[in-house]
């Protein structure tokens, strides 16, 4: 059957009035409104969760070289590390990562606007850097670091088998902690800002959040710049960050 054939006979729902329609869509947005209240208050209890401390040291590869799961900050707070499949084993390989972790960096949203909220975002394979440098000229995502493992940090965060974000914070002493992890279906709605900000342990930082007290905040769209308008010297967003640290006794 056809994909047309298959919209002939499509039980559709009835066509109505403008305001019949304008009607259905009020009530509709009530359900939004409690869905958009849930999400919310989702991600302020990811705030709340317990951190574990990372003892173990992890040897990552990257374009210069080897590095560790702390040079993978890139010097900020927060990082949230993908693990994508690619390498000899993958369909499509060596022309293309995973279909499903492709998808994924097809939507990641430019990176900027988490950096200016302390958060580096980075992606993680068994696939060599020479490899990887290909692939990511050759799909577009040239501005999403991307290493090699080298070790067992796959098994070790549960990432050996399936995808999946691990969200970490560097703390005082440069002492790292995992604080969050998302897969599965979860994955499907990572890559635009908020939904990284959403998984990280101090969130968006905007003054509406129900974060723990003392938290670094500011004020909503406040903070929002054109992507090639911020600066990380920019004095006020130090401050904000070492304030930051201060309050959660880092």
Not at 87 to 112: E, R
Request: net charge negative; hydrophobic share 35%.
């Amino acid at each position: 059957m056809t994909n047309n054939e298959q919209i002939a006979t499509m039980n559709k729902p009835p066509v109505v009035s403008a305001e019949e329609w304008q009607k259905a869509w009020q009530e509709m947005l009530v359900k939004e409104k409690e869905l958009t209240r849930s999400r919310d208050a989702m991600a302020a209890a990811r705030r709340r969760m317990p951190w574990v401390a990372v003892e173990k040291q992890y040897v990552f590869e990257g374009p210069k070289g080897k590095v560790s799961l702390l040079d993978l900050f890139e010097g900020r707070r927060q990082l949230v590390l993908y693990r994508a499949f690619y390498d000899s084993n993958v369909y499509g390989w060596p022309d293309h990562a995973c279909v499903g972790c492709s998808l994924g960096a097809d939507q990641v949203s430019h990176l900027s606007h988490l950096h200016a909220r302390d958060t580096t975002l980075a992606y993680a394979s068994r696939g060599s850097q020479e490899n990887l440098a290909r692939l990511k000229q050759r799909m577009g995502w040239e501005k999403i670091p991307w290493y090699t493992l080298t070790d067992d940090f796959d098994k070790d965060f549960g990432v050996d088998q399936w995808h999946g974000h691990n969200v970490f914070f560097r703390g005082d002493k440069d002492k790292v902690y995992r604080t969050y992890f998302i897969n599965n279906r979860g994955d499907e709605a990572m890559g635009s800002v908020w939904s990284y900000l959403d998984v990280t342990p101090m969130g968006r930082q905007e003054d509406w959040e129900d974060s723990p007290e003392g938290y670094p905040k500011t004020e909503r769209y406040k903070w929002w710049r054109w992507h090639d308008a911020y600066s990380e010297d920019d004095p006020g967003l130090r401050a904000r960050i070492e304030k930051g640290m201060e309050i959660l006794n880092l």
